[in-house]
């Protein structure tokens, strides 16, 4: 489902993890004398953020940077200039194609702080606290992070876990009313290979759910539908051709959008839908011959 070959976490060992701190702490902000006073703690927290990841199971215990949450955020939300440009940076000149929460193909455009910032404002610059979001997850993810009913973590770290590329979608679709091609019943399921362990089972059944990922499924593959559906009704070409194409490119490596390919497969093998599609040709056909102009011939 998932690419997140360009996902790299910051090395431990070539002390990456503190080189934003150092940008903040060499700036001329205003407030650095105050971020230098409490630096030696930053960094002992910072060597406990791989735990707090891992141990997905137990509700971290409550920052003890909550005093100066507001001194921290301000180094992120108006962040001295050479810190800014690299958190600009890994906004904007990232290479990823989809989003590495919920896999929607799109260039995502946020920065997330994994463990929110205002329950843990000591990991708002920590490089690896930091990870591109499309906008559709920024608005469920926001600041929850731990489920008392679930007992785990909500969200899987795709810097920490690579469980979220092995998730697969298969579409169905049906018609609720059968004169109504515009109006399908999408049924979206997801797969899993065999042999993942029940744990990450229940880790990314929550993943899925917390970040209602099936709602954004379901919004992005039915414009993709109703533009087909466009497509074959300016009768330009014939729709199965294409869709049949676009899945050939994808076992090449050509197309690595999920969400289209799983659509175009449940399209193509619908034959309501492929009957749709016929019947518009053969109205092209007879429609291109009645087009040629005829002329009499008189007889000699
Ligand atoms: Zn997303």
Not at 31 to 50: C, G, H, Q, S
Not at 69 to 81: I, T
Not at 201 to 210: G, V
């Given at each position: 489902?998932?690419?997140?070959?360009?996902?790299?976490?910051?090395?431990?060992?070539?002390?990456?993890?503190?080189?934003?701190?150092?940008?903040a702490?060499?700036s001329?902000k205003d407030n650095v004398k105050n971020l230098i006073?409490?630096?030696?703690?930053?960094?002992?927290?910072?060597?406990?953020?791989?735990?707090?990841?891992?141990?997905?199971?137990?509700?971290?215990?409550?920052?003890?940077?909550?005093?100066?949450?507001e001194l921290l955020?301000s180094f992120?939300?108006k962040?001295?200039?050479?810190?800014?440009?690299?958190?600009?940076?890994?906004?904007?000149?990232?290479?990823?194609?989809?989003?590495?929460?919920?896999?929607?193909?799109?260039?995502?455009?946020?920065?997330?702080?994994?463990?929110?910032?205002?329950?843990?404002?000591?990991?708002?610059?920590?490089?690896?606290?930091?990870?591109?979001?499309?906008?559709?997850?920024?608005?469920?993810?926001?600041?929850?992070?731990?489920?008392?009913?679930?007992?785990?973590?909500?969200?899987?770290?795709?810097?920490?876990?690579?469980?979220?590329?092995?998730?697969?979608?298969?579409?169905?679709?049906?018609?609720?009313?059968?004169?109504?091609?515009?109006?399908?019943?999408?049924?979206?399921?997801?797969?899993?290979?065999?042999?993942?362990?029940?744990?990450?089972?229940?880790?990314?059944?929550?993943?899925?759910?917390?970040?209602?990922?099936?709602?954004?499924?379901?919004?992005?593959?039915?414009?993709?539908?109703?533009?087909?559906?466009?497509?074959?009704?300016?009768?330009?070409?014939?729709?199965?051709?294409?869709?049949?194409?676009?899945?050939?490119?994808?076992?090449?490596?050509?197309?690595?959008?999920?969400?289209?390919?799983?659509?175009?497969?449940?399209?193509?093998?619908?034959?309501?839908?492929?009957?749709?599609?016929?019947?518009?040709?053969?109205?092209?056909?007879?429609?291109?011959?009645?087009?040629?102009?005829?002329?009499?011939?008189?007889?000699?």
């Amino acid at each position: 489902m998932l690419d997140l070959t360009s996902m790299k976490i910051n090395d431990n060992n070539d002390n990456n993890d503190n080189g934003w701190l150092e940008l903040a702490l060499s700036s001329n902000k205003d407030n650095v004398k105050n971020l230098i006073e409490i630096k030696d703690r930053l960094i002992l927290a910072y060597k406990n953020y791989e735990n707090i990841i891992t141990e997905y199971t137990t509700n971290p215990i409550k920052s003890t940077f909550l005093q100066e949450r507001e001194l921290l955020k301000s180094f992120y939300e108006k962040a001295p200039k050479n810190l800014n440009r690299n958190l600009l940076e890994q906004r904007n000149e990232h290479l990823f194609e989809q989003c590495p929460f919920c896999g929607r193909p799109c260039k995502p455009s946020i920065l997330d702080h994994f463990l929110p910032k205002d329950l843990w404002p000591e990991f708002c610059i920590f490089p690896n606290n930091l990870v591109s979001q499309c906008d559709k997850c920024s608005t469920k993810k926001w600041s929850h992070y731990y489920s008392d009913i679930d007992n785990s973590v909500k969200f899987i770290h795709p810097k920490f876990f690579n469980l979220l590329q092995y998730i697969g979608i298969q579409i169905e679709i049906n018609f609720p009313s059968p004169e109504s091609i515009k109006q399908p019943d999408f049924i979206i399921t997801f797969t899993l290979p065999r042999g993942i362990n029940i744990n990450d089972k229940k880790r990314l059944s929550l993943h899925i759910k917390y970040l209602d990922i099936k709602t954004h499924i379901r919004e992005y593959i039915t414009e993709n539908y109703l533009y087909w559906l466009r497509v074959s009704e300016q009768k330009r070409y014939y729709v199965p051709d294409s869709l049949n194409q676009r899945i050939k490119e994808s076992y090449t490596g050509g197309n690595n959008n999920r969400w289209d390919v799983a659509l175009y497969l449940a399209m193509i093998n619908n034959d309501f839908i492929i009957n749709h599609f016929d019947s518009i040709e053969i109205k092209k056909e007879i429609q291109d011959h009645s087009d040629i102009k005829l002329e009499i011939l008189t007889e000699e």
